[in-house]
Every structure is written in C-alpha cells, then in structure tokens.
C-alpha cells in the first residue's frame, strides 16, 4: 500500500506514520528526517536547505523531489511506503505522479493550530541518533537524555513557537490547494485529531481498512 499523510507540522503524522509501518511492514519516508539527515552530514544540498528550514520556510521544491525520488528507488519500498510531509504542494503531487507512482490513500490529519503550537513546544530531539521524544505524550525515561543513545534531547530550531507560527502560515498558504487536489481525486480522507493519540490512531485504521 502506498499512503501519504498530511497535515500541518505537529499534527501527529509522525507518530500515526510510526503504527502504520510497524503494523503494515513498509517505510515511512519523512522529508523532514531526509533533509536533517543532509544538514547533518553538511552535503550541498544539506547546507542550501538549512536556512530554510530554520527560517520556518519550505526548502525548494527540486531539492525535495530529487531527495524523494532517490529514497524511493531503494529496495524496501517495493512494497509500499508512507510519505510524511512530501508532497507538500501540488507541484510536488504532479511530479510524484510523474514517476509513475499511483498513491492509494491520503490522509489528512487535522487540528488546530492552538494546539498544534502547544504540542510541538513540548517536543524533543535526539541529534545523534535522529530520535524523537515529547514531554507529555511521548517521554524519554528522564525527559532529558534519549532512551537509545544516551545523548542530550535538544528542541529543535523549528520547534520553537516563534518558527512553528511561521511554518503554520506558510502550510496553510502553500498546503491547501494540495487538499483540494487530492479531494478532487477521490482519495483522500480527514481525519480530526483527538486529545488521545490512542483514539487518532483508531481513526487512522478505519480510514486504512475502509
């Protein structure tokens, strides 16, 4: 099967992408792992995407397709895949179409941006390993250091409420017009995040066996 996720920064996708994969056995393709990854090991394309990204704006539209469709070459995506945050627009939707690839569920997850700002100040990252924590709904078992490498939790630049505001505006600016599209296409379905992620993720199997 293969599914994407939307929704704006801080509605869940990760986590809900997390039960997917474990549950259907393929991967989840984050753009935003793909592009920290490059910032990391400070490649070309790394180093021309961070001041985007720690400005809150979206990185450009070639540098994320190519990226994608490298990853999607690779072996475990045979069987199917989740991407999580690509496409982000409806450029990028056309040029995923045009690798020939024909997406079988989109979801779109949704909550308000209130929330959104509340839930993302509480997150926590790991930048050794890639790891990713939450203070209230996903604790390491200190809340300072990661469960799986032992180095400091950091909050990320994005993270923080000033750029989380910034990235909301440009989502819903850039990210509608792609809802739009995928609804006029008859595959995809909304789902209305709940207090309990527990509760979202129920959402998100009955959209996937429907």
């Known amino acids: 099967m293969k599914i994407i996720l939307l929704g704006a920064p801080g509605s869940g996708k990760g986590t809900q992408a997390e039960n997917i994969s474990r549950d259907l056995n393929i991967p989840t393709i984050s753009t935003g792992n793909c592009l920290r ?89 790991c930048l050794k390993c890639g790891a990713s924590y939450h203070t209230e709904y996903k604790p390491s078992k200190d809340n300072i250091t990661c469960d799986l490498c032992g180095d400091a939790l950091v909050v990320r630049e994005d993270d923080k409420p000033e750029t989380v505001l910034s990235r909301l505006e440009v989502f819903h600016k850039e990210t509608q017009p792609l809802i739009d599209y995928y609804n ?27």
């Open 37 to 125: 990854e490059a910032v990391k090991n400070k490649t070309e394309i790394g180093i021309f995407a961070k001041s985007f990204m720690d400005s809150g704006n979206l990185v450009p539209n070639d540098v994320v397709i190519g990226i994608i469709k490298e990853r999607l070459k690779c072996e475990d995506c045979q069987n199917g895949f989740i991407l999580d945050g690509f496409p982000r627009n409806v450029p990028q939707a056309i040029a995923l179409q045009d690798m020939g690839i024909i997406i079988d569920k989109v979801i779109c997850l949704e909550i308000n941006d209130e929330t959104i700002v509340k839930r993302m100040s509480g997150r926590r990252s």
């Open 184 to 210: 006029s296409k008859n595959i995809l379905s909304v789902v209305k995040g709940q207090e309990k992620i527990s509760d979202t993720t129920a959402l998100v199997e009955k959209v996937l066996k429907s």
